[in-house]
Structures are given as C-alpha cells and as structure tokens.
Nanobody, 122 residues
Framework: QVQLAESGGGLVQAGDSLRISCAAS????????MAWFRQVPGKEREFVAA???????KYADSLKGRFTISRDNAKNTVYLQMNSLKPEETAVYYC????????????????WGQGTQVTVSS
C-alpha cells in the first residue's frame, strides 16, 4: 500500500513554468509506476506522464517536449516540471501509482493523491 501527497500547485501566468511534487509513503517506491494525470470539471481525467523505477518514461503526445517527469527514489518523490504553460492546462493535477508497467488509463491505477490545483492565467 502506498499513500500519495501532491504539492506545489498554484497560480501562474501563461508561458510560465511550474514544478509540482508527489511524495509517496510506504515500502518499495522504486517498484511502482508513478504517473501524473489532470482533470478539469466536467471532463475525464487525462493522462499526462508516467515513469517507472528504471526511469522509463511516457508522455501524452500533446505534452512531449514541454513537460518532464522525474523521480528521486531516495526521497520517494516524483516531480512534474511544466514549461510554457497554457491557460487551457488549468486543472487539478493528480499523482497516481500502480505496479508493473505504464498504462495510460486512470482506471488501471490503484493509488491516488488528493490532487493539487494548477491555474494558468492568460
């Protein structure tokens, strides 16, 4: 079992950068696939990026090049660096964890954080 807690969200302007974090508690952090999703009210939760303990990464096609996922296994923390943010990327960003391999479907993830709000003003 793993518990997740996001932090670092906030209000930024279009074009700004922001890094959000997700701290995990529980054993065997390295064995988990860690992922970021985002959701706006009335829409489905959207895959953003994921990273395995061996540093295999996958990104949503539309975000490749602007967002970077990374993890520090010693600190049980995964990060999402977001550059050149756009107003339409305003959402609650969630951290999630699952075992084995990267999947983009939210339903495949057993563990979720409470989310952190990212607001991008125009």
């Amino acid at each position: 079992q793993v518990q997740l807690a996001e932090s670092g969200g906030g209000l930024v302007q279009a074009g700004d950068s922001l890094r959000i974090s997700c701290a995990a508690s529980g054993p065997n952090f390295r064995t988990y696939v860690m992922a970021w999703f985002r959701q706006v009210p009335g829409k489905e939760r959207e895959f953003v990026a994921a990273n395995t303990g061996l540093d295999v990464t996958k990104y949503a096609d539309s975000l490749k090049g602007r967002f970077t996922i990374s993890r520090d296994n010693a600190k049980n923390t995964v990060y999402l660096q977001m550059n050149s943010l756009k107003p339409e990327e305003t959402a609650v960003y969630y951290c999630a964890a699952r075992s084995f391999f990267i999947v983009q479907a939210p339903s495949a993830y057993a563990y979720w954080g409470q989310g952190t709000q990212v607001t991008v003003s125009s």
